[in-house]
Every structure is written in structure tokens, then in C-alpha cells.
């Protein structure tokens, strides 16, 4: 969840600012990008040096750039580079500073200009803790929306022991992937989905298959789960490796596929299939290697179900249906036909007509047409952006 995140890290002046430069380190392993904040009091426990050289950037702590000059440093554009203004610590000092609007120094000016969401960290002696003023501060932040990261119990700097030690680097990072997480527009929705093509035995080792490479299916789980949802992945054989943080479940055939999905999507929220899922397969299959004169000369074909069609039959008022038509003509008619016919919210086309569109390949062009009678057409795009588009039509779907 931290992933590409653009996080302002203010530090300010107590000795847990020491933990300030391993913080830094964690945000940046798990994809944040940083970009810290001291103030005066924070550069004498720990050096603006460290986590310039720990984050590759400046670190921000006086109004002017250069004196000399009379450049200075914009603190507007700077909270408004953030996804979020992590202050750790925060001192007793700078959580009444923030509830009183104080203005005295850089950290400070970017707080009151920033219109990310701000969250703070804690660290002090037990008693500055428990102290009213230091309680009621903390109330009033958290009913102005400001989350507060609880500190720990333990040792602490004054020889004391008791609550008050700002949280660990790690505990944090956990803390704000969880935030980023229940802030995600799909968090708590559950899409069950299906990819790849679906592999219909006619002996041990050949079968009836299709081209698809599963890129489209496995590039949108990505983009669902990065959105917050609880991803399952139903996939064929493909060559791709689970998306971080998705449920996969791997299968062979339209079958075995089937089964997997129609008991998967009796406890989801968004169905969507995105499978080129075999339409037939042989009606018996040997389970040795036939030798060549063994071979029939025509194989028997069965139907195999059609899971997105089930999916439909089995859809409830709260659930969202999302197909996909590979055509190889234009084939708008066929994919609207196919949106009536198996009563899906959405459908996606791509036509294998568009050079860059289909099977294998890195990019996608589609069309997206809708229960409501909106169309969206989209331009060429690699597989990620084009999985990005269709997630956000299907927010907006869900705020319908
Ligand atoms: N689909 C499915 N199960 C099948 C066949 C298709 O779930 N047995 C789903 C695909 O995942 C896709 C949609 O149905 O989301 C349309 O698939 P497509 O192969 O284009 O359509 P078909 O219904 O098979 O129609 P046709 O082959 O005649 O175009």
C-alpha cells in the first residue's frame, strides 16, 4: 500500500528522532517516496545530512534557501506534494503547536498550508504523556481528523519507565499501510475474478487451448488490490507470477474454473472475467500419452459451461458484473449483445483488429459499454494504464 506513496516526514525535537532516519529507511523499502521536514530543535539529535543522504533529497527546515539571495522555500507547494504529512516524533511542543495554528518555524508553515491528510507520532517522558494538556491536545487533533499513532510502553530517555516511546519504524509502516489501505477507494470489497486461457486435456500431455497470455487479467488484479480491494484470482496456465497480495487460485480447465468461481462469487461484492476460457473440450480425454496411430481422427467436443454467464443467473442487486470481448472484428454489436445476454453491468472490448490490442501483448485498446447506456472509449495504452481506466469506471459504477 505504500507503493509510488509521496510521504512528508516531519521530524521534530526529541531523542526518538534518532529512529526518524530507520523510519525513513522503511517507508522507502516497502515504495514510499520521502521527503523530510526538521525543525531547529530536531537537527541537534539527528543530522539533516543522515536522511539527506538516507532519502537522496534536501531536507527542509528553514524558510530561505539561500540567505544571500533571498531565495526561500516554498512550503505551499511542498504540502501540497504530499500524500500524507507524517510528523514522528511529535513532541508535547509541536502537538500544542498544531492545535493552537502556531506558525513558528518551516515544519510548522507546512502543516497549516498542507491539504493532505496529517498524522502524528508521539514521543515523550510518561508524564508529559499523561498530562491533561498533553491529552487534551491529543483529543482535539484526533476530532480534527489528525490520527494518532499510539506510542510504546518501555524504557525511556529520563531513566523512567512508562508509555510514551514513539512507536517503532516498523510498527509505523505497518500502521500507515493499514491507513492507506481503509482509506483505498475499493477497501472492503471483495472481486472475484477470473484470467488466463483454460487449458481441455485430449491425453496426458496435448490439449485444446487458446493464446491468451493472462497479462490483462493478472495487470487488473494489480490495480484492484492497489485500490484496497480483497482480491481472488481464479487463472488458467499462464507464465505470470501471483500479483503482490492477491489470493490466486490456479486452475487447468473451464471446469475446474467454473467450480472455483461460482462458489468464490457467492461472497462477492464484483465479479469479473477477464478468462478466455475454452468453449468446448474433448468429451473423453486418455490419460496416457496416444501414440500416433492410436489418435482419433476427429476428437468429440462437449460444451463447457459458461461461467460468466452462471455468474449473471446467480447476480444479486449488490453485486457488480464486469465481462470482457475479444472480437476480431469491430465488435461493438457482439459485445453489447453479449452485456444483455449474460446481465452484466459492464463489458469490455478489444478487437484483436486493433494493432497492439489482444493476446501477448504489452498494450490494450478498449471500449468499455454499460448497463446504463454509457459508452467509453479509450486510446491505445499499456496493459497497467488500461487496467487502471477500468477500475475506475467501476468505482464510479459502485458510487451509482
Ligand atoms: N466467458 C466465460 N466462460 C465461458 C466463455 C466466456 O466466463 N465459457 C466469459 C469471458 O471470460 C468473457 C466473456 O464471457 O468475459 C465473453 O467471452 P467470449 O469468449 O468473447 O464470448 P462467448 O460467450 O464465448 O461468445 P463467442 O465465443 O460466441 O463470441
New binding site residues.
Given amino acids: 500500500m505504500l507503493q509510488h506513496k509521496k510521504i512528508l516526514l516531519g521530524v521534530t525535537g526529541s531523542i526518538a528522532a534518532y529512529k526518524s532516519a530507520l523510519l525513513a529507511r522503511e517507508l522507502q523499502r516497502r515504495g514510499a517516496e520521502v521527503r523530510v521536514i526538521m525543525t531547529p530543535s530536531a537537527t541537534e539529535f539527528i543530522t539533516p545530512l543522515t536522511l539527506a543522504t538516507l532519502t537522496g533529497h534536501r531536507v527542509y527546515s528553514d524558510f530561505t534557501e539561500n540567505k544571500d539571495s533571498g531565495e526561500w522555500t516554498n512550503h505551499v507547494e511542498l504540502g501540497l506534494w504530499g500524500d500524507l504529512f507524517l510528523i514522528a516524533p511529535a513532541t508535547a511542543q509541536t502537538l500544542s503547536a498544531m492545535v493552537a495554528g502556531t506558525c513558528d518555524n518551516f515544519l510548522m508553515a507546512v502543516h497549516l498550508s498542507s491539504r493532505c491528510p496529517v498524522i502524528a507520532a508521539p514521543a515523550m517522558d510518561l508524564d508529559m504523556f499523561q498530562h491533561d494538556a498533553t491529552q487534551t491536545n491529543l483529543k482535539t487533533l484526533q476530532k480534527r481528523g489528525v490520527p494518532i499513532i499510539e506510542p510504546e510502553s518501555g524504557p525511556l530517555a529520563s531513566g523512567l519507565d512508562g508509555k510514551g516511546r514513539m512507536a517503532e519504524p516498523e510498527t509505523i509502516a505497518d500502521w500507515l499501510e493499514s491507513w492507506f489501505q481503509s482509506q483505498a477507494p475499493l477497501a472492503g470489497k471483495k472481486v472475484v475474478m ?1 484470467a488466463g486461457p483454460t487449458h481441455e486435456p485430449i491425453d496426458a500431455v496435448r490439449f485444446i487451448g487458446n493464446r491468451s497470455s493472462g497479462k490483462m487479467g493478472f495487470a487488473l488484479a494489480t490495480a484492484l488490490k492497489q485500490s484496497g480491494a480483497n482480491v481472488h484470482l481464479i487463472s488458467g496456465p499462464v507464465q505470470l507470477s501471483d500479483p503482490l497480495g492477491v489470493h490466486v487460485t490456479r486452475v487447468e480447465t ?1 471446469v475446474e474454473m467454473h467450480a472455483a468461481a461460482l462458489e468464490a462469487f457467492k461472497t462477492a461484492d464484483i465479479g469479473i ?5 475454452a ?1 468446448f473440450r474433448a468429451k473423453s480425454s486418455a490419460s496416457e500419452k496416444l501414440h500416433r496411430n492410436e489418435m482419433p481422427a476427429a476428437i468429440e467436443l462437449h460444451e ?5 454467464a452462471d455468474w449473471g443467473k446467480q447476480k444479486r442487486n449488490d453485486q457488480l458484473l464486469v ?4 472480437e476480431s472484428d469491430d465488435g461493438v454489436n ?1 459485445a453489447k449483445s ?1 452485456l444483455e445476454r ?1 446481465n452484466l453491468d459492464m463489458i469490455v472490448l478489444n478487437s484483436t483488429a486493433d494493432p497492439g490490442a489482444g493476446f501477448g501483448t504489452d498494450t490494450n485498446k478498449i471500449s468499455v459499454f454499460e448497463q446504463n447506456g454509457n459508452s467509453h472509449i479509450f486510446e491505445l495504452k499499456s496493459k497497467e494504464e488500461v487496467a487502471q481506466d477500468i477500475v475506475q469506471l467501476i468505482q464510479i459504477q459502485l458510487q451509482q
Avoid at 472475467?273 to 476460457?277: D, E, K, L, S, Y
Avoid at 465481462?323 to 475479444?326: K, Q, T
Fill in positions: 477470473t473451464a472475467a477477464t478468462a478466455a476460457v468453449d463447457n459451461p459458461d461461467i460468466l465481462g470482457f470481448a475479444l457482439s453479449k449474460k
